[in-house]
């Protein structure tokens, strides 16, 4: 009888969809910077508009609203900082002028708790 691997840690890694492999494979084959104004970086930015368009009609947004980070952490800081502290964005939300609270637990991602505590001016390096 043949072993089964059954991967139970996806909390930091997700092995890939093999068609999320594919179309990772063919990005990495251009390799210009999407905001490069030569010919491979034109070719990125297509594919990154394109991919940008794409992941806004799976989850119902609009492609200006999606944004590509480089990680988790990344990922984090970018909500934490731009909800609390571009004014612009917390009108959308609802809170321009008023007071906000960012409620976090002992559970959440390091990076998220570390700046959470710098907004609060209680991050020590």
């Known amino acids: 009888m043949e072993a089964r691997t059954i991967?139970?840690?996806?909390?930091?890694?997700?092995p890939l969809h093999?068609?999320?492999?594919?179309?990772?494979i063919e990005a990495l084959e251009n390799f210009g910077n999407p905001s490069s104004l030569h010919q491979y970086g034109r070719m990125s930015r297509v594919k990154v508009e394109k991919v940008r368009e794409s992941v806004?009609?799976?989850i119902g947004a609009g492609a200006?609203?999606?944004?590509?980070?480089g990680s988790g952490s990344e990922a984090s800081n970018s909500v934490v900082?731009?909800?609390t502290c571009q004014p612009l964005c917390m009108s959308e939300f609802g809170v321009?002028?008023?007071?906000?609270?960012?409620?976090?637990t002992l559970a959440e991602h390091p990076a998220t708790i570390e700046a959470?505590?710098?907004?609060?001016?209680d991050f020590k390096s």
């Open 56 to 58: 806004a009609r799976f």
């Open 7 to 14: 991967y139970l840690d996806n909390n930091a890694t997700t």
């Open 81 to 83: 900082s731009t909800l």
């Open 116 to 121: 959470v505590k710098c907004l609060q001016g």
């Open 96 to 104: 321009k002028g008023k007071e906000m609270a960012i409620i976090t």
């Open 64 to 69: 200006e609203e999606i944004i590509f980070v």
């Open 18 to 24: 093999p068609e999320v492999r594919k179309e990772l």
